[in-house]
């Protein structure tokens, strides 16, 4: 599955700054660190403030922080600001729902977006975030180990 | 010997016990309230299976002496090429102790009991469209396996 340019961007912002809720970055930390553009995240973070998932912060040493809600904000919920996760709309522009032939691959290409909508519907920021710790931490206690 | 374990939850006193057939009653109308089925036969014959047998793991959940919840599970040998894991059967939690870790411990519990057993994988299946407890396993670190669940109608 490959995300737009403009997603990326949105969800490395989110996850960044869903990593320290406290913590205020500005556009210009987090485009440094994913390497991308400075403006294209501008406007990708007016999005999410739109969107209620990060908030600007005036004033010396501002920037964004997230204020959605950890436990109920998923990926899909990102995602699905700046692209379409397998919409019907594209897939029956991509096959003629008219023949049996189309209506047959429909079905098909159906079962791979209901496995991805799911996928990305039921991870939580909060469980990205909670599973990139738990990673970390059994890496060090293998390398501890070896 | 029977199972039980005491922890604390917010202040409160968490018990996690093997189920006994005084539970069958809770058990059965939780699920009712989470699925919308009320099957009092099924729960008997699936508490004889998991509950005062040794097939596998049937544990309840009391938050201060009160019904919470609970959670089946049994090891599994399977084919295709996969060694046996543990299986979460099902797992119910009362909606009003929602987020307040009764599942989590439930399903530490049982990976607990499958790590003892000896086995090195936990899976489950879920309707994809079950988002809440597709988020639930998630939040305890389970992804997609290797495994694809294939069914077709048989008429």
Redesign the interface.
Known sequence: MKLQKATYCALYSVLELARDPEVQLSATDIAEKYNISANHLAKVLRDLGRAGLVESVRGAGGGYRFSGNLKRTTLYDVIHLFEDVGGENERNRDAQADTDIGNALNLVLTEIDEIAIATLGSVTIGTLLKTMRWRTEREQREAQNA | MAFRKETQIDGAVCVIRDADEKDLASVTDLHAYNTGQHKPDYWNETYHRYGDSNEGFFYVCEIDGTFAGFIIGEIRAWEFGSEPCGWVYTIGVNPEVR?KQVGTRLFETVSEQFSKAGVGQIRTMLH??D?LN??FF??Q?MM?GPYIELEMPLD
């Open positions: 987020l994809r469209k988002n597709l988020s998630r939040s670190g997609g």
